[in-house]
């Protein structure tokens, strides 16, 4: 089974307003799920989804450094940890970002397939609420 999803997205945007909707909680909450979030090593953070559309998620930054974002990511209701990398990169006209999302094997079975899949549309879905949020919200770049 495939364990690592990866994506990447050309934004027109430069990368500190890039920077600022992953790492800012205000921002993330606007265009991602309501979050407790700080871009600082060690920090609990939390996602929690209005309405009960999905399960919160839990997690730990692992990494805040510029341009690059580490944190573990704990579904609640199906409690294995993976993890969710963001690196940013600057390049002509805006910024070139990759997300990856890694450890998804440490699921059992078919839960692993299905995990796989959700978190596949679910980061599709993130990117393209990311790309409305930078152009109508913040109208970065």
Known sequence: MKDIISKEQLFNHPIQKVWDAITNQEQISTWFIPATFKAEKGFQYSFNAAGGECSPIRGEVLEATPYTLIYSWIVT????ETIVKWVLEEVEGGTKLYLEHSGISNYHGETAI????????????????????????????
């Open 77 to 80: 209701e199906n409690p294995m």
């Open 114 to 141: 299905e995990m796989f899949q959700s978190f596949n549309g679910g980061w599709d879905n993130c990117l393209t609420g990311l790309s409305g949020y930078l152009k109508d919200i913040v109208h970065a770049g």
